[in-house]
């Protein structure tokens, strides 16, 4: 990125390019794209990405998914986060 800006790390996919940067960056790299002719994008969001990932047993990742599954369904809940490895 030519701008000042703090990208963790740049990746081409299938003629998409993504991009990590700290959550305080996002509205400067939106901003360094547009500058840069990029005026569409498929998704550009914040999320939670964990540093490394759990891998739990068969039975506690059962339990695990039940859990994921009532924490969805709760109205007041937009998105649940995890570090679970759940091999998807």
């Known amino acids: 990125m030519e701008g000042d800006i703090d990208v963790r790390d740049i990746m081409e ?8 940067a700290e959550p305080d960056q996002f509205h400067q790299v939106q901003e360094a794209f547009k500058q840069a002719g990029v005026e569409e994008f498929t998704v550009a969001e914040i999320t939670m990405l964990p540093q490394n990932e759990v891998t739990l047993d068969d039975e506690s990742k059962e339990q695990f998914e039940k859990l994921i599954d009532v924490l969805e369904e709760l109205e007041d809940v937009q998105q649940v986060y995890h570090n679970v490895d759940l091999g998807e």
């Not at 996919?13 to 993504?18: F, G, L, S």
């Open 13 to 20: 996919e299938d003629q998409t390019v993504i991009v990590y």
